[in-house]
C-alpha cells in the first residue's frame, strides 16, 4: 500500500514559480512510476507530468513541456514538479499519482495509476 500526500500549492501571479511536494510512504514506492495530473473547475481531470521508477525517464504533456520539470529523490521518497511560467489556465488541483506495474513506456493514463494523494490547489492570477 502506498500513500501520497502533496503540497506546495498556493496563490501565484502569472509568469510565477512553484514547486509542489509529493511526499510517498511505503518502501515500495520508489519502484513506481509516478506522475502529476490536475483537475481545473468544470474540466476533467488531465495529465501533467510522468517519471521512471529510476528517473532517467520522464514525459509532459505538451501543455506544459518546456514550462514544468517533474523529478524524484528516491532516497526521500519524494516526487515534485517544479513549475514556471505559470500561466492563469494551470490554475487547477494537482494530483500526485502512483503506477505500480512495469511498463515498457510510461503511462499518461489516469487509470493506470492505482495509487492518487488528495490534491493540492494551484491557482494562477492574471
Known amino acids: 500500500q502506498v500513500q501520497l500526500v502533496e503540497s506546495g500549492g498556493g496563490l501565484v501571479q502569472a509568469g510565477g514559480s512553484l514547486r509542489l511536494s509529493c511526499a510517498a510512504s511505503g518502501r515500495t514506492a520508489k519502484n513506481y512510476a509516478m506522475g502529476w495530473f490536475r483537475q481545473a473547475p468544470g474540466k476533467e481531470r488531465e495529465f501533467v507530468a510522468t517519471i521512471s521508477w529510476s528517473g532517467s525517464t520522464t514525459y509532459y504533456a505538451d501543455s506544459v513541456k518546456g514550462r514544468f520539470t517533474i523529478s524524484r529523490d528516491n532516497a526521500k521518497n519524494m516526487v515534485y514538479l517544479q513549475m514556471n511560467s505559470l500561466k492563469p489556465e494551470d490554475t487547477a488541483v494537482y494530483y500526485c499519482?502512483?503506477?505500480?506495474?512495469?511498463?515498457?513506456?510510461?503511462?499518461?493514463?489516469?487509470?493506470?495509476?492505482?495509487?492518487w494523494g488528495q490534491g493540492t490547489q494551484v491557482t494562477v492570477s492574471s
Open positions: 499519482a502512483a503506477d505500480p506495474r512495469s511498463r515498457r513506456f510510461l503511462s499518461s493514463q489516469e487509470t493506470n495509476y492505482d495509487y
